[in-house]
């Protein structure tokens, strides 16, 4: 009989933390819900903590704690409430939280993800963006304190999956690994001809091809940025280095990733393209839960198919490579510059090909610095975050 596991959820009311309370409320012997957080989302995130019995409820827009309690009390749940960056730092390392799922959106989840880290827990890792803007210092936190990273993306779960047990990351040669193909659907213009990619709305930028997701994840996914930001992760959870690390448009989303061996064998990890599963994967580990995941029909999933990237129609990923072989601060440079242009195109100030562009003025504008610090991250995102409002206002008002 397995002990209950204590787990919190950060970004619960995301794509990937309703996932994850789904796969723990098939499990409630082995997971208990201590505490969930929301940026705004009063209503969900109460009834959420309401139906799993969270012991917290932390919204990170601090004017709406109040709000936040009111409901609660409403529903008849007795949760304590924690509120702002404070509260979100509270809940990533409450004592009797065993394992921490970090998924927030984007650069606001390192600080909290970090602070999981620093508290040693089990790291459910869904929030890319806090490991790409601040690769070695996020890497060291988890060593110096003892946390466990498991990636939840579902590339770096499948590589995961596929790498010999006792693989230390920076072993590849050792582990006789020549590459890691890192598979994507292409997003949904891996067609459209880049005269075409201008006129994009939002709406069909976030028409995901095979599942549902968050709306910057899907804008990323269309722009190819997200595999950009992905190939970075890699690089930090596996010690990989950019040309040790290749990605290959897979339209079916059924192979999740490989891996490569010196002997020619290529380890791919399949499944439908349900985030489930690598949720699972990880909250279970080493042992194997049911995610409420259908069997994969090989039958009437037919061919497999794959690609190699088209960097000239999604310039994005060369830039992420670029970002990766630049190094210091370049990967923080460009995830500001990206969630800065990805808000506008969102809010209809941006067209779809000038996200790209701002990527690229901001980082031709501000060199890399070394990273030593949380404290070079914070600066090289805030400087970053500034020139690429400024880019994007310009090309948005060029393009009115
Ligand atoms: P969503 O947009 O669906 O959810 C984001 C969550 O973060 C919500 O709970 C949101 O709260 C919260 N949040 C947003 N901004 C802030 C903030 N400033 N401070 C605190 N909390 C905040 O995103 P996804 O679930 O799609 O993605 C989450 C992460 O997982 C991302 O990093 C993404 O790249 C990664 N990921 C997602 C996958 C997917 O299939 N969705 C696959 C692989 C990785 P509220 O609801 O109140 O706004």
Redesign the pocket.
Known sequence: MKRTRNIAI????????RSTLDVAARHPDRYRVVAL?????VE??AALCSRHGAAYACI?DASLAGALESRLRALGSGAKVLAGAAG?LEAAALPEVDCVMA????G??LE?TLAAAQAGKKLLL????ALVMAGPVFMETVRRHGATLLP???EHNAVFQCLPPAFLAGDLEISGIRRILLTGSGGPFRSRPRSELGEVTPEQACARPN?V?????SV?SATMM?KG?EVIEAHWLFGARAEQIQVVVHPQSVIHSMVEYADGSVIAQMGNPD?RTPIAQALAFPDRIEAGVPSLDLFSTGALTFEAPDFDRFPALGLAYLALEAGGTAPTIMNAANEVAVAAFLEGRLSFLHITAVIEETLQQIAPAPMRTLEDVVAADAAARARAALAANRLATLAA
């Open positions: 950060l970004g619960a009311t995301g794509s990937i933390g957080s929301a940026a705004r989302k969900e995130l990170a979100l998924a927030i959106v984007g606001a989840g909290p869904a929030n890319k963006e939840i993306d579902s599942w997701m968050g709306k910057k994840i990323d997200n930001l985030m």
